[in-house]
């Protein structure tokens, strides 16, 4: 990163500090790359050792972050940080390292300890619990879990919301104050939206539950990201069974994807959207390299890149105009008789259904709202863990009409409380679905000519602009500070709903 100063005295303690945080991220990246492994090629016999290997990586990478000579260092230069101007990327580099050095130096590692060892046995318990649909073995390791999250709050006094601090962590700047009345809102939009749509006839998806060969599925996959702007020469792609994305250095944005031979969606559209992630990572500022800025600046502005691939490019009439006659070639026995509208009506499916990963487009935030609610109502004690089951068919019941048949469908579901904090997690899902289509109308403001270089197969003009706009930044910008830079307006609920009233009354012929 470009040193500004003229005094040779702080150039030499911010090199130091670049030194030091590079080192950190060294061990960071390792710690992925092993991760990674874990996740596609590692024999099961490697599982001990690796966990071991991981767990010394971690420490290792924790314990030079909040060495002393970091914090000494931030605290010598803060009355430099001061004299910069606010938007440069040394001002960024010691706003955004204070801010995770106070992250990671405010709890203590004994406390660490604790919750790392606990998640573990609650992760354990969880995976036997909702194949035998088991929720009452679960409740005390819930309860531990929400008290350590309650517990871990508190290591950063001064909150509104004791959700805000667990909340911050994933999604900096954002707050219960800001969250709970747009999730609500988000509710009651949508709800009717919903309703409207579940009355009028079903659409036939059968077209994509047929037989369609491993190979062909990734070979179309990797055409399509190609044609999106993913690197190969600074990626690859995997097979995996959660598909994620990772990244060990600029050069190198990993991918992963998983097949379904006998339904065609799954392989396609986790690609896309891991790719729109990977997009956002490869195109980051080279020179911030090995710093606190060289990653997305949240969840919610991650989501945002990853679902405007998947959605309002991958799940568009336009793209499919162009696509579908060399998926048609692809697979002529499975689609030569099935019409674009047929397909394409398929791939927007809406129904309201039990489970938050199968979920389309509309109804996927009546899920995510369910579960901020409860984990609000869990940490305010307004709501305790033996009832969560009640409250969870409650929701279900009001919001999209369905109810679970028993706890394995419904609040065993996610494995997010049983993998970390109670609170700050689920979030980041909508705030993605949201910012994606007040980026991307903000794209189309700027270029009115994308949808039909769409339709021709181009995305340079819209990857530009995201690259231009989003993804230079990395961490620069705080999520809120992004959406007011690139839209000129603050995080806004507007542009989402004229997306999914104009795309969904139009698939069913209704005024939403
Ligand atoms: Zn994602």
């Not at 670049?18 to 990674?36: F, H, I, P």
């Not at 101007?85 to 709890?107: I, M, S």
């Not at 990797?222 to 060990?248: A, E």
């Not at 099935?338 to 499916?349: C, H, S």
Request: aromatic share 10%.
């Amino acid at each position: 990163m470009k040193i500004t100063t003229q005094s040779p005295e702080i150039q030499k303690k911010v090199t130091t500090l670049l030194e030091l945080l590079g080192e950190v991220n060294d061990l960071q990246s390792a710690a992925a790359l092993l991760n990674w492994d874990q996740a596609t090629y590692m024999p099961s016999g490697g599982g001990a050792a690796r966990g071991r290997q991981l767990a010394t990586l971690e420490r290792l990478a924790h314990e030079k972050f909040t060495d002393v000579a970091i914090g000494q260092l931030l605290d010598q230069l803060e009355s430099y940080r001061q004299t910069l101007a606010p938007e440069t990327d040394e001002a960024a580099l010691l706003r955004e390292t204070r801010r995770r050095y106070e992250l990671a130096t405010r709890v203590p590692p004994s406390f660490t300890e604790k919750m790392t060892n606990h998640v573990a046995d609650a992760y354990e318990v969880w995976a036997k619990a909702r194949p035998a649909d088991d929720f009452a073995v679960v409740v005390p390791y819930l309860e531990k879990t929400l008290d350590l999250s309650r517990q871990l709050a508190d290591y950063f006094p001064g909150y509104q919301h004791i959700a805000d601090p667990l909340i911050d962590r994933n999604d900096y700047g954002m707050n219960v104050a800001t969250l709970r009345p747009l999730f609500s809102d988000l509710r009651t939009r949508l709800q009717p939206l919903v309703k409207a749509i579940s009355e009028q006839p079903q659409v036939d998806d059968s077209c994509l539950a047929q037989h369609f060969p491993e190979q062909q599925q990734l070979d179309f996959g990797v055409g399509v990201i190609q044609q999106f702007g993913y690197d190969f020469t600074r990626g690859r792609q995997d097979k995996t069974y959660h598909p994620f994305m990772t990244k060990f250095s600029l050069g190198d944005v990993r991918i992963t994807t998983r097949i379904r031979e006998d339904h065609l969606g799954e392989c396609l559209f986790s690609t896309m959207h891991e790719t729109g992630h990977a997009l956002y990572e490869q195109g980051i500022d080279a020179s911030f390299e090995r710093t606190p800025l060289a990653e997305g600046t949240s969840s919610g502005v991650h989501e945002s890149q990853s679902r405007l691939w998947e959605n309002q490019v991958g799940r568009s009439l336009d793209f499919w105009h162009h696509y579908y006659p060399q998926l048609q070639a692809t697979f002529p026995a499975q689609l030569g008789t099935v019409g674009l509208e047929t397909f394409y009506r398929a791939i927007n499916k809406v129904q309201p259904s039990l489970i938050r990963t199968d979920a389309d487009e509309l109804t996927y935030n009546l899920h995510v709202a369910i579960r901020f609610e409860l984990e609000l109502a869990l940490l305010e004690g307004k709501l305790a863990v033996k009832e969560l089951p009640d409250a969870w068919d409650e929701l279900y019941a009001t919001s999209l009409g369905v109810t679970a048949p028993s706890p394995r469908d419904g609040v065993l579901q996610d494995v997010h409380w049983f993998a970390g904090t109670i609170g700050g997690a689920f979030q980041g899902y909508s705030l993605g679905n949201i910012l994606a289509a007040q980026f991307y109308a903000q794209a189309i403001q700027a270029h009115p000519a994308i949808p039909t270089e769409i339709a021709e197969g181009q995305f340079a003009t819209l990857y530009d602009w995201l690259r231009e706009n989003i993804y230079q930044h990395g961490a620069k910008f705080t999520t809120a500070e992004l959406v007011q830079r690139v839209t000129g307006e603050s995080l806004s609920l507007t542009p989402y709903f004229d997306y999914l009233r104009g795309k969904f009354g139009a698939i069913y012929q209704i005024e939403l």
